[in-house]
C-alpha cells in the first residue's frame, strides 16, 4: 500500500549511530523457471463469480484443492474471511476513525461474507466460523492430511460489498475487489496465522498459489484482474471473462462501466492501463513501462505476463495485488499519482514476488518500495526527483515526528516488526514501515556502497523469490553481496536501538 505523507521540510542532514558485529552468511541459489516451479507444490483455487449490479453483491462457488507444504500433519484447515472485517460493529475495523469519513463517502455502509455447503472431497463437514470478528473458517479434514498431501475443500459463498473506497468495496468509480474470497491461512510454527484485519497497513499473509477464476457480469462492464485472460465468452447481457494465475499470493480484480483501456509491451509484459479519470492517460502508462523496465533491469525480471494499472477510488494513495495495483483518483498531485504507480509496481517485486508477512515485516515491501521509488528517479532523470530531496524530506519529517511521539509517549517505540495491531496510530507505523525503512536502506547503502548496494537487492530478489523473506534473509542477502557483517545494522534499526537525529 502507499500512504504518502505530505512533507514541506528539505535539505537536513543526519548522523546515524550504528553499532556493528560480525555474523557471516551465505546466499542460496535462484532459479530460471520459477512460476513453474512454484506452482508445481502450490494450492490451487477454482473459483466461479457471479456479479450482481443491482445488489453489490458477488455469489461464488470454490472448489479448493489443498496442499499441505508444512511438515505437520494437518487435520484441519483454517481460511480468513477478510470482508467481515467490514461487517458492522467489527472489532479490527478496516479503516481508522480519522479516516472514516473520507472513506465512507456516503456515510455508514457494511460488507461480509457468508460461508456455505462446505465439503471436503466432496462430503458435508461441520464446519464453524471464529475469530473476534468471524473472520476466520475452520474446515474440519476427514482424514489426517499428511505433509505434501492434497484434500480437496469446497464451498459456496455470498459477498455483500460495502459502499466504501477502499481495496474491498464499491463507489461510482468502480468496484475493487480486494480480499475478497476465503484464503487459506498460513501454517507456520505449529499454527494457521489467524492475524486480524486491521486499518494499518496491509494486513495480509499467504502462500503462493494458483487460481483459474471465471466471472459473470454484465456486458457493460471492462475487468481488470489478476492473471491472464484465457476465455471469454458472452450470453445475452451477460458476459463470462475466465482467468488464470499460476504462482500468485492472492487474486484481486476492479470491475467498472468506465473503465477506459491503453496497452503497452515492455520486455515480453503487457501492461493494461485501465483509468476514467486520469487526463495524463498516455504520460500515466509511459510511468508503468519505465517503472516495469527499470525495475527488470534493476532487481531482475518480473517473471508474469501481465500487469495492470487501475485508476480508482481508495482512501489511501494505492494498493497492491499480483499482477494488478490500484492507484487512488483523488491524489492531491499528478507527481504524487506518478510516484503512487512506481511504489505500486515496485511491489510487484517487494510483496509480489519476494513475499513477506506483511502483518510484522512491512517494513520490508513498503520500505523497499518506497526505496525503488528513489532508484526509478536517479534512473530517469526526467522525473527531476534527486534521492536527496526525498531523503532530505524523509529525514527531516521522520525527526519531527520522534519530536512529536517521544513527547507523546513515555516508552516511544521505533521497533519496526510489531505487529500491526501493535502500532498506537496510522502515522505511527508509516513512519516505521515506510519512512524509517527508507532511511535504514539507504544507510545500508552509504555503508556498503552503491555497487554492493546493488547487487544486494538482486541476490535478495533471486534469494527469497515466492517466498517470505525475513529480517534474517535480508541480513543474509546484503551480507552476501557485500562481505560485510550486517546483523548488527539491521537488528538495531528494526529493533529501534538506532538513534537518528538531525543537525
Ligand atoms: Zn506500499
Known amino acids: 500500500m502507499s500512504k504518502k505523507l505530505r512533507y514541506s521540510l528539505i535539505g537536513a542532514t543526519a548522523v546515524v549511530v550504528l553499532v556493528l558485529t560480525c555474523i557471516f552468511a551465505f546466499s542460496s541459489c535462484g532459479t530460471n523457471n520459477i512460476i513453474k516451479i512454484a506452482s508445481r507444490d502450490a494450492t490451487n483455487y477454482d473459483l466461479n463469480l457471479i456479479y450482481n449490479d443491482d445488489t453489490k453483491s458477488l455469489y461464488g462457488t470454490a472448489n479448493v484443492d489443498y496442499i499441505n507444504t508444512s511438515d505437520d500433519t494437518l ?15 467489527a472489532t479490527y475495523k478496516p479503516v481508522s476513525e480519522q479516516r472514516w469519513s473520507d472513506a465512507y463517502i456516503n456515510g455508514d455502509s457494511f460488507g461480509s461474507i457468508t460461508v456455505k455447503n462446505v465439503k471436503v472431497n466432496n462430503k458435508d463437514v461441520n464446519f464453524s466460523v471464529g475469530g473476534k470478528d468471524q473472520d476466520i473458517l475452520v474446515v474440519p479434514l476427514s482424514s489426517a492430511l499428511y505433509s505434501n498431501s492434497r484434500t480437496t475443500i469446497s464451498f459456496d459463498f455470498d459477498v455483500i460489498i460495502p459502499n466504501v473506497k477502499h481495496r474491498f468495496g464499491y463507489t461510482d468509480s468502480a468496484v ?4 475478497f474470497y476465503p484464503i487459506a491461512c498460513v501454517y507456520e510454527n505449529g499454527a494457521f496465522d489467524t492475524s ?28 481488470a484482474s489478476t492473471g491472464e485472460l484465457k476465455d471469454k465468452s458472452t450470453d445475452g447481457d451477460k458476459t463470462t471473462y475466465s482467468y488464470k494465475a499460476l504462482a500468485v499470493r492472492d487474486f484481486a480484480m476492479s470491475v467498472s462501466k468506465n473503465f477506459s483501456v491503453k496497452t503497452e509491451k515492455v520486455d515480453g509484459v503487457e501492461i493494461q492501463y485501465y483509468y476514467h479519470s486520469d487526463s495524463q492517460p498516455d504520460t500515466s502508462l509511459q510511468t508503468a513501462v519505465k517503472a516495469v523496465s527499470t525495475f527488470n533491469d534493476l532487481f531482475g525480471k518480473y517473471p508474469y505476463k501481465t500487469l495492470n494499472v487501475v485508476e480508482t477510488s481508495f482512501v489511501h494513495g494505492g494498493m497492491e495485488f499480483p499482477n494488478i495495483v490500484f492507484i487512488s483518483d483523488d ?29 510484522k515485516d ?3 515491501d513498503e520500505g523497499l518500495a518506497e526505496y ?22 524523509d529525514l527531516k519529517s521522520y525527526i519531527l515526528f520522534s519530536e512529536i511521539y517521544g513527547d507523546l509517549f513515555e516508552n516511544f517505540d521505533t521497533s519496526m516488526d510489531r505487529e500491526l495491531t501493535q502500532y498506537n496510530t496510522e502515522p505511527e507505523y508509516t513512519y516505521m514501515a515506510y519512512v524509517k525503512s527508507v532511511l535504514m536502506f539507504d544507510n545500508l547503502r552509504q555503508l556498503i556502497g552503491d555497487s554492493n548496494f546493488a547487487k544486494g537487492l538482486k541476490t535478495f530478489y533471486k534469494d527469497n523469490q515466492m517466498q517470505f523473506a525475513t529480517r534474517d534473509t535480508l541480513t543474509i542477502a546484503f551480507e552476501s553481496a557485500s562481505d560485510m557483517p550486517l546483523k548488527s545494522f539491521f537488528d538495531s534499526w528494526i529493533d529501534g536501538e538506532i538513534v537518528i537525529v538531525g543537525n
Open 75 to 89: 487435520n484441519e484447515v483454517f481460511f480468513h474471511l477478510y470482508p467481515n472485517a467490514f461487517r458492522e460493529g
Open 331 to 359: 491524489l492531491s498531485s499528478y507527481e504524487e499519482y506518478t510516484n503512487v504507480i512506481v511504489h505500486e509496481i515496485a511491489h510487484q517485486w517487494w510483496y509480489g514476488v519476494v513475499g513477506d508477512n506483511q502483518n
Open 196 to 223: 486480524p484485519y486491521s486499518y494499518n497497513g496491509d494486513p495480509f499473509y499467504s502462500d503462493i498459489a494458483n487460481y483459474n477464476v471465471d466471472l459473470t457480469i454484465s456486458n457493460d462492464f471492462v475487468v
Open 372 to 393: 525503488s521509488c528513489i532508484l526509478f528517479y536517479e534512473n530517469n532523470p526526467e522525473y527531476q526527483i534527486s534521492r536527496q530531496e526525498i531523503l532530505g524530506n
Open 176 to 179: 475493487n475487489l480486494g480480499n
Open 362 to 364: 512491512g517494513y520490508i
